[in-house]
């Protein structure tokens, strides 16, 4: 069936340094995704977004890499702070209405 | 812009009662979804609501039922409740198609 999966459940990183969280999907069909943080107590917040019909996309201090071939998303993240630390979700929609399926998470980590 | 919010924010119930989770949704977006969260897990997709009917739902049986109404606002209702229903139950709301999802912050169900 599909599913969302992530490399790594959890990233520790260096105050300052880049961060890069994984994700592996697996239906093919899937034309949209997304990348959430989510902070304790709180719902998921969206980062960035892509389609399908791009490799690459940028925000601010994020960057959101798309491999088809391979069914692959990655998050970097440039610059790490303290407030980055948080579980983050990659997240595919297959289309037609918004089935948004989510991996378990990946918790980031981040060491002043 | 009035972010989504939900209520109540905690809620616990037994085995067997029925609950309502209530949710506002983000001005201006026309559909809702709810999820379900576990502990550790990442969001799992209930339903979506557009145009006040449902259409799309994930592997959710009967007892978990919803409602929209004309200022887009929704609810969850789950009857016969089961220990397994503990979750964090989140509403997302959002524009028709492919767009990002803007959640709530939850609301924390147990069920005793």
Redesign the interface.
Known sequence: GES?GLHLPTLSVQEGDNSIINCAYSNSAS??F?W?KQES??????II?I?SNMDKRQGQRVTVLLNKTVKHLSLQIAATQPGDSAVY?C?E?P???????????TKLQVIP | ETG?TQSPTHLIKTRGQQVTLRCSSQSGHN?V?W?QQAL??????IF?Y?REEE??R?NFPPRFSGLQFPNYSSELNVNALELDDSALY?C?S?LEG?????????TRLTVT
């Open positions: 969302v034309d949209y997304i959430y107590g709180k719902g998921p917040q969206f977004d389609r979700f997240a929609n289309g037609g209405y918004q089935k948004v399926t989510f991996g378990t998470g | 989504v559909t979804s999820y550790g897990q990442g969001p799992q997709f979506q557009y259409n799309g994930g989140l997302a959002s492919a767009s990002p999802l803007h959640f709530g912050n939850g």
